[in-house]
């Protein structure tokens, strides 16, 4: 039994997705959100600020969403953004910047985007190798990172605290954030830096 062009089942026309430019935004920002945290607050060290720079940065990322080049990854755009308003933080400020010129925001940038890029793991998973990696440290190197980093104090309260020189602690750090990127980098969440 055969069947004639009129019996032919009709052949339904498939039109791509169209997405709307919310839609794609608010995609993409759920899937950049955690990398731009992580760079602004590694820029700037004052809570609100961050907030602020956090919400301007999207802001302007929603407002200028048609500029955004699809081939292009999205968050190095943000990041670009953002970077840009930190400057500009500082700038208005007229505060001196925690770092000597653009160098730092620069890696900052390079290294995100090389997370970013590795395949697989999402960014919670980067962060669970991290706390991995951190309770690996010995505790003269582990303490000055959580009061750094997670309690954000300066490197001078932080020698007063455990009653070392600043240079001491400076170099603490220095050796914990090396030991922490080749613990990273044995994971495979940090690509081997090259050099």
């Not at 498939?14 to 709307?20: A, E, G, K, N, V």
């Not at 839609?23 to 609100?48: G, I, K, P, Q, Y």
């Not at 670009?80 to 925690?98: D, Q, T």
């Not at 900052?108 to 793991?121: N, S, V």
């Amino acid at each position: 039994m055969g069947m004639d062009d009129n019996n032919a089942p009709a052949v339904v026309e498939q039109r791509p997705l169209q997405i709307t430019p919310l839609e794609l935004f608010e995609v993409l920002l759920r899937e950049n959100a955690d990398s731009l945290t992580a760079f602004v607050r590694a820029a700037v060290n004052d809570a609100a600020a961050v907030d602020d720079l956090l919400q301007e940065t999207m802001l302007i990322a929603w407002r200028k969403i048609g500029e955004y080049d699809r081939s292009r990854p999205f968050g190095a755009w943000l990041r670009g953004i953002a970077r840009r308003l930190v400057l500009s933080h500082y700038r208005m400020a007229r505060r001196e910047i925690a770092f000597s010129d653009e160098r730092i925001l620069d890696y900052l940038d390079q290294r995100l985007a090389q997370i970013d890029a590795r395949p697989g793991d999402t960014f919670d998973d980067k962060i669970a190798a991290l706390h991995e990696c951190m309770e690996r440290l010995q505790p003269h190197y582990l303490e000055p990172i959580k009061l750094h980093y997670n309690e954000r104090r300066t490197t001078e309260w932080i020698a007063r605290q455990l009653e070392v020189t600043k240079d001491a602690i400076q170099k603490r750090l220095q050796r914990a954030r090396a030991l922490l990127a080749d613990c990273l980098e044995r994971k495979a969440v940090l690509p081997r830096l090259s050099g």
